[in-house]
């Protein structure tokens, strides 16, 4: 594949930040106006992580590589979780509406269709991919968290400050910033609702905190999510397990 | 303007290449802009334009979109050991470019401007692909390659080039008539040399750089009005 390092200007965060992208290629491509357009796979780093994560800790350029149509985006969420954090740094709004917009005018061939964008990621990224998916489901045709837990269930107690910072005071269950609750309100609306694919490892330390997702997302009258939850054996939360569970939702998503 | 390091294999010299792209800042949807291309001299890389020019306050008032491109040691034109590099510059690149990004693919939108090596590696581009470009730029150009024989000079001039005295015959040799409109742009000490050179060229124009920011002021120049015939 092509990789793209982008330095790109964000008014909603003030800030220059990075985003790479592996597209298609290096094959010689259709010209403009040609019918091709890349299938988009915006994937999200973990908590410590930054745009890199994914090209040095697993095989993903080979992963995606293999189809020719499908582009992968790697933007940095720093250490945001990818919400819109209670103190104001609006990065969910950031990566589901102004940077697909600014990419999409500098790469003309990233598909504009709904169910063509799909929003994945591991641990931090992969709550990040089920708050986005269910914030913002008119985005993303397909979710896909790996080793993701839900933040309102998580043991702030050796980070309070942080969790004010990105989350605000508090119990977090009733807030915008809760999955389950997210999902059950999505899933009783007429809105959209993405595919969701969800999953960890069987030794992932917080696999109760995944199950417990997996209960609320299941109780969800109707199945409107599609919803698979996978677990990978032996594997814990570790780029082992990003690495299959990418390739598994890349596969899924792809048909093949 | 957006800035874009682009990693990819290049089929012309079988090897990968990095690609520096500047991109104006609000690409409105399907417009597509115009495309220079800058080489770098001996010795450097991708990034010489871009560390001892501002390119963007010039490119982006004028609309231009900016790919600053590797040439290893390869001067930019096709080795007589197989390394396709000017077929990478004339013919692959802007396509590519074009293809990923909203950068017009038309030839008359598309300029290359080099300095030292890379001037010389941008006349040639126009010199054997005239259809490819609306018009090149170079700074100080080396504009007889014969020069690097018998130097210091890494490689040996004889892996890219062949035979010194084959130069003219293997079409390593500027004609200095050209099939559209040229710009050179040197310092005090290479002014009267090109001058005379170009004296017996065609579509060729020579001009002086009065600053020691040799090239922020050449790209300057020609950003602004030198690409005009």
Known sequence: MVLMRFRIHSRILQMETDVWALVPGPEPLPKHGEAESWKVLWLMHGGVGDHTFWLRHTAIEEIAGAYGNLAVILPDAYGSSCVDTASGAMFGTYLSKELPTILRRMLPKLSLKREDNWISGFSNGGYGSLYLGLTFPESYGAVGAFGAGDKADADFTKIEQEKERLFGKGDLHDTPYCVSKLAKELGTSGRLKPIICHGCGSEDPWRDMNETVRDAILSVPGDPYHYEFRIWEGLGHSSACCEAAIRYFIQKMMGK | ????????????????????????????SGERYPLLMLLHDHGEDRTQWMRQARLERYASREGVALALIDGNQSCFVNSVTGYAWGDYLTKELPEKLAGWFPISERAEDHWVMGVGTGGYGALMAVQNAPDCFAGAAAVNPVLDVSCLYGTDYEPNPGYIFGEKESLEE?????????????????????????????????????????????LEEAFGAYVRGGREA
């Open chain 2, 170 to 214: 293997k079409g390593y040799a500027l004609t200095g008539r050209f099939q559209v409109p040229v710009r050179i742009y040197c310092d005090q000490e290479h002014l009267e040399s090109a001058r005379k050179w170009a004296e017996k060229g065609q579509q060729v124009k020579v001009e002086a750089l009065k600053t020691e920011d040799l």
């Open chain 2, 1 to 28: 303007m957006n800035w874009i390091q682009v990693q990819t294999f290049a089929q012309g010299p079988h090897t990968y290449v990095g690609i520096e792209v500047f991109l104006p800042q609000k690409p409105e």
